[in-house]
T-cell receptor, first 114, second 113 residues
Framework: NAGVMQNPRHLVRRRGQEARLRCSPM?????VYWYRQLPEEGLKFMVY????????ESGMPKERFSAEFPKEGPSILRIQQVVRGDSAAYFC????????????FGPGTRLLVL | KNEVEQSPQNLTAQEGEFITINCSYS?????LHWLQQHPGGGIVSLFM???GKKKHGRLIATINIQEKHSSLHITASHPRDSAVYIC???????????????FGKGTLLTVNP
């Protein structure tokens, strides 16, 4: 049973480009969470999704950021017109049920904006 | 003041030593999580607990709900235990948003041979 998969593991973008981060949850998990870890800071919740639904996006910046979890395929975190401040590690996690429940984390995507 | 505070921020130990990392929180919680992150690596969930004590191998996690405090202990520490240990809480929330983990800033543990 493969764990949570994220790709790419590293992503370099120039200011103004778009970044697409993908997350495939563990098999059978329908709850996906995205977190951001800024340099020298703790992890922060961004968004919680179930299949085809955004449940809570209260931690996501209002502009340029969007997330989806389609019926088929991975969850996508999309950042448009990236800026240097978007440089961070983005982690996705999945759970079998809505928490409180152990969340299984992916390896993360390290985004560097030049 | 952060809702989740960890101490110490950094910890250096010699192989074989007993390690304790502390976590205090200021909100009502439904569960507390201990996570491990290796440098440049992913995050592994070690424990989720809401009362008492849990043990897995050389790792022990305890929680005192009344004191709003949890500890992570590592017995017979080893260099491969070197990592950042992160405490996170699932808030007790009538709105049902207990999935929204709040994290401490982590404790960087270095175990020297």
């Amino acid at each position: 049973n493969a764990g949570v998969m994220q790709n790419p593991r590293h992503l370099v973008r120039r200011r103004g480009q778009e970044a697409r981060l993908r997350c495939s949850p563990m098999k059978g998990h329908s709850h996906v969470y995205w977190y951001r870890q800024l340099p020298e800071e703790g992890l922060k919740f961004m968004v919680y999704l179930q299949k085809e639904n955004i449940i809570d996006e209260s931690g996501m910046p209002k502009e340029r950021f969007s997330a989806e979890f389609p019926k088929e395929g991975p969850s996508i975190l999309r950042i448009q017109q990236v800026v240097r401040g978007d440089s961070a590690a983005y982690f996705c996690a999945s759970s079998l049920w809505r928490t409180p429940e152990t969340q299984y984390f992916g390896p993360g995507t390290r985004l560097l904006v030049l | 003041k952060n809702e989740v505070e960890q101490s110490p921020q950094n910890l250096t130990a010699q192989e074989g030593e007993f390690i304790t990392i502390n976590c205090s929180y200021s909100v009502g919680i439904s569960a507390l999580h201990w996570l491990q992150q290796h440098p440049g690596g992913g995050i592994v969930s070690l424990f989720m607990l809401s009362s008492g004590k849990k043990k897995h191998g050389r790792l022990i996690a305890t929680i005192n709900i009344q004191e709003k405090h949890s500890s992570l202990h590592i017995t017979a520490s080893h260099p491969r235990d070197s990592a950042v240990y992160i405490c996170a809480v699932s808030p007790l929330n009538s709105g049902g948003s207990n999935y929204k983990l709040t994290f401490g800033k982590g404790t960087l543990l270095t175990v020297n041979p």
